[in-house]
């Protein structure tokens, strides 16, 4: 099936498509924030303390009466003193070897037992899968803790029973993790692609599955320190860890206990030490996670705008009009820089008509209907108007959009399953609309909902209101999406790439069908397309856009046959037709799409147009009349193939 | 069967890829069998490209994988150069990989995010102990720069250049058959010209033998020799690309033409040509698998499976009644 930017992603396409020159490691950890960096240095720093304990200028942790018994903070003690006048600060620093070395010791164990065990079922399936699984299953159920406490209370309370009683108790989540990893990348094309270039398996799991599932094991490594910090403490507490005098935090709490009321500091140091150590570990885990999710997207985390809305130009409205866009902007305020995914975008739309939208991927085309329905992502400013009869929606407030989303504007998207939600009936989901909007009881919804689903040729409307979207196929659910968006009649519908997902000949069906009911419903329509047979073939009029700006506009017949603009000629010539000969050599576009955040000066389509001179690096041209260029084509009729504009 | 025979197979000494009665099932569960490919058979003479047409589910990229042995098909044979590759396991068959290349429809998934583009492309040699020679020659011969591939990652390049490395990748061992399934699907108009070019000029020069496989019939006529029409498992028409598009003759050949815009100018309009949506390949029907659809069905389709016959020079086809459209 084609795979294209949904709406929902198409925020990535825009911000995904213009990669940044280089994103090494090195520049995404830079971007992860001081919290990052504090919760490292402070774990840096317990690791540093506890390896060189011995060689620190500390009191020894076990000399008495170091100082006056239970005095608090003070120059000589820094933490104070215990009831026994030992050292706390000595004592901390020396618990944390224990802690901190039955967290790594534990944690490398269950690592090293349970990433062979998981890659082993992720990668070979089958029986292997089958067999490990099984039994981390039942072992995932046992009761840990108690089998912690039962083994070490019978095999001896020392250090080396701890970490191993530990560690073999983060085995199954480590199994669990590194098959769950594992999975997703054996599925993936690049492991097949080694497999056809004759790689053997142990080059592919060490070359192509291990540094990928290295990152979120390094991630679950830190969380599972935090872990194993709590539960030693937790053993310690009960004294089943290492025994006295060797200290360990969680046995410097228990032994403070008796010392609350009197002595609190004895309690709060160890305590603050191993509380911040958690949640070191733990906020570390949770940003390497993070770093994996960036570089899988390659959309950079948005950052909240704290601009004012963009100024737009005077302008005249149009009272008659159905729908009016005037010099509509939407800019993303993205680390990068600002990305002007919309960038000036004007337009009247009549009912009756269809409108399209054509251009490439990234040129802006979905973030338009979101701005036109007032659906932005947060780090972005809009500016201009958009007016629905002479009213203008972007005055309204995203709690007044709402009585205007369903009733008056429809919206059908690519993906009829992101609009669908999948643990909910049908009926359900087209009734919702005309219980809210138009008040309508659970009978007569009902009834409507039934009759809703037989107007876009869905047979059997009851049962199917019975149904989930996944029993359903593709084109039954973007049927149903269709009517979803219907269900209120609305006086324009939005949709974007509504057939892309879908095959062919179910292609035709639904474009067939939406053209139908915008006829009967005297609807305007608004269509976002990338292909511009289709919307040569559905659309009256048409509007190509390059980099967020609109480069030619018209009634979509004149367009296709005598485009003007040299964009809009070259995405006719770079697009196959039937009537091609075969081996036929299709003309194309040099280069690649611009970046929306560091726009070349002038028009935005010089470094790829064949016919730009000097003016075009110098000034953008403005779009006058029917399209945005200094040196148009001439108005010569182009028939078929033989597109040869000039 | 439906669609099913062999007829259309030409004489083995002719051709450098021969596919016989290929079948390809999943578990679905419950006990229950995907049929993604029955009895499917074709060949491909050296230096030829066969496009491969077919909407989403109808195994177009089952039998691409098959081929490869990843996974072996059910049952059938895959002979390359003579040689019976179902017939091979393990050290035998990864011996022939280096003559059988891929290329995949996700240019995205299809590269290891975490090596660089310049390794990615050195693991075939590297694989074989191979000098890597040749791994400058193809990274420019698909245009990318050695230089930048040596130490970028491919998140740092666009789709289109992410399609580039992989038919890099695929080139630099030297194959003698190169498997494109849907290697444009995913990608723009203007990027998709520049690939269909390259895959094109790629195949000059270094002689290549390909199938194309595609949903697009636009695409993959502007490639194939010849097209080979799919529908839920089973071949319905076979015919140089030129005839397949002018002179349909096989009932859902044509409802695929007329669904196109602007495709198919003297035929009907498709809503007169098909119907409905395809049935699951779990249950299919018995007798034409094209049945439920199909507007001239009759009692004997239901019954009787359609085999390959031919219909004209080189031009093969599966049904009881096709249109005559000459
Ligand atoms: N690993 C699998 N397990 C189960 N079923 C599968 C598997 N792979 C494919 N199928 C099923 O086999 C049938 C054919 O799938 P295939 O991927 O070959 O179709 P396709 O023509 O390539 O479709 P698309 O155009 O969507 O890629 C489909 O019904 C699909 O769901
Ligand atoms: S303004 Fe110049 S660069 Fe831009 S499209 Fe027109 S001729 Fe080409
Ligand atoms: S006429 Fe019969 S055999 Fe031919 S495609 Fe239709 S159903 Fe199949
Ligand atoms: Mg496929």
Known sequence: MRRRPGPDSQATGVLGRTRPGSRSAAGVLGRMGPGFWAAAGWIALVLLAAVLADVLPLARYDETLAGPPRSGPSAAHPFGTDGLGRDVLSRVVHGARVSLGVGVGAVLLGLGIGAPLGILAGYRRRAADTVIMAVNDVAQAFPALVFALAVVAFAGANLRNVLIVLGVLGVPSWVRLVRGATLTYAEREFVLAARVLGARDRRILWR????NVAVPAASYAFIGMAVVVVAEGGLAFLGLSVQAPTPTWGGLINEGRTLLETAPHVVLAPSLVMFLTVLSFNLVGDRLRALTDVRESGLEPVREAGAAPLPSAPHEVRAGCLLQAEDLRTHLVTPRGVVRAVDGVSFTLERGRTLAVVGESGSGKSMLIRSILGLLPGSSVRGGHVYLSGDDLTARTPAEMRSVLGPRLGTVFQDPMTALNPVRTIGTQVTEPLRVHLRM??????????????????????????RYPHQLSGGMR???????ALSCGPDVLFADEPTTALDVTVQDQVLRLLHRLREERDMAMVLVSHDLSLVARW????????????VERGPAAEVFARPRMPYTEALLRAAPRLSDPVHHRLSVIPGRPPDLADLPPGCAFQPRCPYAEDRCAREAPPLTGSYACWYPLDEVVVEGADSRGR | MAGSGSAHLRPRDEVLLRVEDLVVEFPAGRGRTVRAVSGVSFDLARSETL????????????????????????????RLDGLELTALRGEALRRTRRRLQMIFQDPISSLNPRRRVREIVEEGPRVWDLPGDRVDEVLEAVGLDPRAAAVRRPHEFSGGQCQRISIARALVLDPEVVICDEPVSALDVSVQAQILGLLEDLKERYRLTLVFIAHDLAVVKNVSDRIMVMYLGKVCELAPSAELISAPAHPYTRALIASIPGGGPDLPPAGTLISGEPPSPVDPPSGCRFRTRCPRAGARCASEEPQIRQVGEDHWLACHYPTDSR
């Open chain 2, 51 to 78: 496009g491969i047409v077919g909407e989403s589910g109808c195994g177009k990229s089952s039998a691409a994988r098959a081929l490869v042995q990843l996974p072996p098909p059910r049952s059938g044979s895959v």
């Open chain 1, 208 to 211: 192509e599955i291990v540094p």
């Open chain 1, 539 to 550: 659309a009256d009029e048409v509007i190509v856009m390059y980099a967020g700006k609109v």
């Open chain 1, 478 to 484: 973007q049927r149903v999406t269709i009517a979803m």
């Open chain 1, 441 to 466: 009881g659970r009978r007569q919804a009902r009834a409507e909902a039934a009759r809703l689903l037989a107007s876009v040729g869905i047979p059997d409307p009851e049962r199917m209101l019975r």
